[in-house]
């Protein structure tokens, strides 16, 4: 039950989160449709950038459906916006923009990784869409205008947009879960590993001081057999006794 609630917890931050970024951003875009040096190393570092750049073509702002000329030229655009050498006056924040920019790049040129990418944009699509026709189905079972927000194309968007960044976040969180797994794994075999090899080395140093001690031992067996003979020669000596003699009686 504490997990559950910590998840709600992380979840409510996230929506705020997620709230206030899309509102700046839409500001941001209606007045300039190109973002300022500035702008776009605040939007790549700002809290809750772990969040929001989980999705590559989210922080290179570019749609999922572009070409790879388009995927080049936006990195290129974007990378010399935030690269140090242009924003010496803010290295280590400039820096940190740069790689995010950078590892989202090369996240999508990756076929593979960009089929996943995409995959999770297309579920939350899906899963929007199925909310919308379960919320219509309902609001018609209760007699009721079959109206939701997510008739407004800009809410339709949005609710996606969320929706996509949650689902980004839920595999994040498995892929750690099962990195720390692996981890733990690896950790306990390579103990198991060193515990083999030691016994293995007892076991080597044991038969070699056995093997080196044998003459030894075959030396201080004899001895002990000689002196118990020995031994029993001397009882058995002492107990020899002359016989007796039979005094002859005179008449």
Do not use: C
């Amino acid at each position: 039950m504490a997990a559950a609630g910590g998840e709600s917890s992380t979840e409510n931050v996230s929506d705020e989160l997620f709230q206030n970024f899309y509102t700046e951003v839409k500001q941001i875009e209606k007045r300039d449709s190109v973002l300022t040096n500035k702008q776009q190393i605040d939007r790549l570092l700002r809290p809750g950038s772990s969040y929001f750049n989980l999705n590559p073509f989210e922080v290179l702002q570019i749609d999922p459906e572009a070409t790879d000329d388009e995927l080049k030229k936006r990195f290129r655009a974007l990378s010399i916006l935030v690269h140090p050498d242009k924003n010496q006056d803010e290295p280590d924040r400039s820096q940190k923009a740069f790689e995010a920019v950078d590892k989202a790049y090369k996240l999508l040129l990756e076929p593979e990784q960009r089929k996943r990418a995409l995959d999770v944009i297309h579920a939350g699509q899906e899963y929007v869409e199925h909310n919308v026709k379960e919320k219509k189905k309902q609001l018609k079972k209760d007699g009721k205008l079959l109206d939701v927000e997510e008739d407004d194309p800009e809410m339709f968007k949005q609710a996606v947009y969320k929706q996509t960044m949650k689902l980004f976040a839920e595999l994040e969180i498995k892929r750690k879960e099962r990195e720390a797994k692996d981890m733990h794994e690896r950790k306990r075999a390579r103990e198991e590993e060193i515990d083999a090899a030691d016994k293995a080395k007892r076991e080597r140093e044991w038969q070699k001081n056995f093997e080196e001690t044998r003459d030894g031992r075959v030396d201080s067996w004899r001895t002990f057999q000689a002196k118990g003979k020995k031994s029993k020669e001397k009882k058995n000596r002492s107990f020899l006794k002359p016989p007796k003699v039979k005094m002859e009686q005179r008449e």
